[in-house]
């Protein structure tokens, strides 16, 4: 199964309920509220991910975070917002709810977030939120047997600007071949 839509945050992706919650705190501002597509907190959740939770699954690899390192801009916002202070309880919280929702113990890697110089930014407001959200990301599956980043270590497009070589920008690895075995290994130690 694959669930994917470029550019969404980790709200998209959690089950009603779990966004705005007494375990991560509430969601002000919302990140891309609405967005430039008009989607909604949980709404990938119950369009991709509710409809195979009858079914068991044995891995996950989540491949996301470059949209929680900048919002979409915000009217009532003056700064490029982010959502790199929540993050981590948020993929916590996903982690959890999806497997209580599969009723499985599943592996689950999360790729690491690359060089990413995207809209967030100047130069140097991408770079301070680059190594926050790497943190962010590794953070809640430290304690976690069934869990784990898997890293990038791509810099193969370090300017955030999309050239014929690179172009998504920085947002996403050129080198996918070797990411790709670094999960798989990934996933073999974790299952």
């Known amino acids: 199964m694959c669930g994917a839509v470029g550019g969404s945050p980790i709200e998209f992706w959690l089950p009603p309920g779990h966004v705005n919650s007494s375990v991560c705190g509430l969601d002000t501002p919302a990140c891309d509220p609405g967005g430039p597509n008009n989607y909604t907190d949980s709404e990938f959740f119950e369009r991709l991910?509710?409809?195979?939770?009858?079914?068991?699954?044995?891995?996950?690899?989540?491949?996301?975070?470059?949209?929680?390192v900048h919002c979409l801009p915000q009217a009532a916002v003056a700064a490029p917002e982010n959502e790199t202070g929540r993050y981590a309880c948020m993929e916590r919280e996903l982690v959890r709810s999806w497997r209580a929702g599969?009723?499985?113990?599943?592996?689950?890697?999360?790729?690491?977030?690359?060089?990413?110089?995207?809209?967030?930014?100047?130069?140097?407001?991408?770079?301070?939120?680059?190594?926050?959200?790497?943190?962010?990301?590794?953070?809640?599956?430290?304690?976690?047997?069934?869990?784990?980043?898997?890293?990038?270590?791509d810099q193969g497009c370090p300017f955030g600007v999309a050239t014929s070589t690179c172009p998504f920008g920085s947002v996403h690895n050129v080198n996918k071949a070797p990411i790709g075995a670094r999960v798989a290994t990934q996933l073999r130690r974790l299952m």
């Open 49 to 68: 991910i509710a409809f195979f939770q009858p079914y068991t699954i044995g891995a996950v690899v989540w491949d996301q975070a470059e949209r929680d």
């Open 102 to 153: 599969f009723k499985s113990q599943f592996a689950f890697t999360a790729i690491q977030l690359p060089g990413y110089l995207g809209d967030c930014g100047t130069f140097r407001q991408c770079m301070a939120n680059l190594l926050p959200m790497r943190l962010a990301q590794d953070a809640p599956l430290l304690d976690d047997p069934s869990a784990a980043v898997t890293a990038t270590y």
